[in-house]
């Protein structure tokens, strides 16, 4: 059984920065890969990034390249999600979720899900 939580979300001006971050309690936690989704109102639930097991290799959706990166610290049991140059189309819940796959965008193939933290995109 894993557990995660997310944290760092609020209210950020568009242009700026926040980091989230997933912690993740269990023992195997750190034999998943993560993802980071979001879901605004209205919209389909999106893939935003993945992370492999080791943190080796990272994945983004077309939408988020080059302005949002994933990494995580196993030492510390944490996936991060650093969001720079937000924009209001970011506005979301952001959701981190954990699966037994090396890696995976799918939202189906994933087995644990935090309760998300919303994140807010003022002008």
């Known amino acids: 059984q894993v557990q995660l939580v997310e944290s760092g979300g609020g209210l950020v001006q568009a242009g700026g920065s926040l980091r989230l971050s997933c912690a993740g309690f269990?023992?195997?936690?750190?034999?998943?890969?993560v993802g980071w989704f979001r879901q605004a109102p209205g919209k389909e639930r999106e893939f935003v990034a993945a992370i492999s097991r080791s943190g080796d290799m990272t994945y983004y959706a077309d939408s988020v390249k080059g302005r949002f990166t994933i990494s995580r610290d196993n030492a510390k049991n944490t996936v991060y999600l650093q969001m720079n140059s937000v924009n209001a189309e970011d506005t979301a819940v952001y959701c981190c979720?954990?699966?037994?796959?090396?890696?995976?965008?799918?939202?189906?193939?994933?087995?644990?899900w935090g309760q998300g933290t919303q994140v807010t995109v003022s002008s």
């Open positions: 979720a954990a699966t037994p796959f090396p890696y995976s965008r799918v939202p189906s193939t994933y087995e644990y």
């Open positions: 269990g023992r195997t936690f750190n034999t998943y890969g």
